[in-house]
């Protein structure tokens, strides 16, 4: 096969020059990879690419480090919010922003998400909702749906064993140091496009100094959901949208 | 220009903090130390240093904050009393880990649990051997005045930064309570943008794409980790042992005691001289790294026994026996729970456990 030339004329996709060369270690079809790209992708519009701080989590995306080109401080599980509060703090000319899962950040990290929000930390919250711990093998986590198995919830999800899925964003809202709170996906070309703005106009309203911004992104696992990756936009669609849905929740 | 104040050790080390430069302080509130945080809040270096204050929704957030402004290559600092620093161990752990500096000043009481808010010297062990998980050690100084408790804040941010390790200020609520005279020196500035990447360029986030983190998935990759950590802790211990000895050239029994009890152990020395027994203190000013060798050089030129004063149930006892390794006898005298020995007590208890022993 004739080797094709690449020219700016043929060119219909390029790696965003933050992504890094390093391979993913993400699985076909998982939310992070497309929202990590949306976020080098902002970050490098913004010209902010030195002056950004990202704070990455214990979980799936621990490893955020090593494919988006910035500075990181990775955390302990479930203090990242903490971790960026001290980091903002004392560089306030800084974009700062956590970038947690729904273990990470509805568990055992919900007390540092609801103070940051609630003292209006001038960070950015992006959150990977995928109703599951993808990183230890699958296990339950707070945002797990009525029903849904787990390996500690082997049978389905029960309420009167295991409580309510916790749907943060609508708590967080509320509390008057956010100034945009909203929900987003990236299973369609459409969605990932509204995401990306979503992003932008959190990392914006970060460096105005309106408050915290809090984007949650339902997402798919579908290695923890036992399911190929067509199957678990379908599934997402289905049944975390009717508990998740999407939209702007607050924007002040 | 030195100015001369009268204050409380906790107001000693706010003050301290303010004038070593220090950028951001994270705390909440627990006694016998909440003056500190109430002291810097009420003098607002925001508007003059610059130095960032807040006050944390729990100390586990508190160690975190200090974990991300010490990221950024700043002077960053938390205290707290024993409850607090057991929720900082974590948090402690990952700042040894990623390899940063900062300062943690533990005003300890008693325990264990929610103990007593009276003074103790209970968490050396934890603060020597086992501050959190993983093989890691805290720099550890002793303050024995409000002086001390000054002078130590610019100590540990000097040591921390130079060793790239969390730095203790080790306590109690018996020194961080009571007040006394302190000379304040000129104040550092904070450090500049400028300095920072000079400086500190090589591992502090300054916008070159740095990365902070504990994580080593490679094992091969994270012994090598290990052993520069613990290379640095070989370091520390051949150049950094503080130690004062009072009356130590012509004794022929020694007591060892840090901080408070070294305070009132200084007199139990008086009492003992008194009364014609040879009598001398060695007291750690570093407790991480410890004086083995000090002690050893005692040992060698012919102290009979020593004798550690502690206020816990014998903690020290045994870093100060692994010392002298056998060579001669070391006797443990403490109080515990907030209980306090007088000056007395410890001379008597010297008198009975070694000289009496050893007649
Ligand atoms: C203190 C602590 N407890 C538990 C763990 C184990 N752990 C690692 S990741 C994780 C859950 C991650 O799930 P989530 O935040 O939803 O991220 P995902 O992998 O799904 O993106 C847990 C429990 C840990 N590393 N530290
Ligand atoms: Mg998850």
Known sequence: MAEVQKTQEN????KPRLIKDNVMHYCPGCSHGTVHKLVAEVIEEMGMENKTVGVSPVGCSVLAYNYIDIDWVEAAHGRACAVAT???????ERLVFTYQGDGDLASIGIGE???AAQRGEKIVVIYINNAIYGMTGGQMSPTTLPGMKTSTSPYGRE????????????MIKVLDGTCYVTRQAVHTPAAVRKAKKAIRKAFENSMEGKGLSFVEFVSTCPSGWKQTATEANTWMEEHMFPVYPLGDIKDI | MKDVKLMKGNEAIALGAVNAGCDGYFGYPITPQSE?????????????TGMAVLQAESEIASINMVYGAAAMGKKAMTTSSSPGISLCSEGLSYIAGAELPCVVVNVQRGGPGLGTIQPAQADYAQAVKAPGHGDFNLIVLAPNSVQEMYDHVFLAYELAFKYRNPAMILTDGVIGQMMEKLVVDEAKPRMTEEFIRENYGSWALVGNKGVVTS????????????ERIQAKYKALKENEVRVEMTDCDDAEFVIVAFGSSARIAAKSVEILRAEGIKAGLLRPITLFPFPDKQLQDLAAKGVKGFLVAELNAGQMVKDVRLAVNGARPVEYYGRMGGMIYSPGEIAEALKEKLIEKTK
Do not use: C
């Open chain 1, 11 to 14: 060119l219909v996709y390029a």
């Open chain 1, 86 to 92: 001290g980091v903002k703090r004392v560089a306030p």
């Open chain 1, 113 to 115: 998400t609801v103070h």
């Open chain 1, 159 to 170: 309420e009167a064993l295991h409580g309510f899925p916790f749907k943060v964003a609508d």
């Open chain 2, 36 to 48: 500190i945080i109430e002291t810097l809040m009420e003098m607002k270096p925001w508007e003059t």
């Open chain 2, 215 to 226: 994580l080593e998935l490679e094992a091969s990759r994270q012994e090598k980790v290990n």
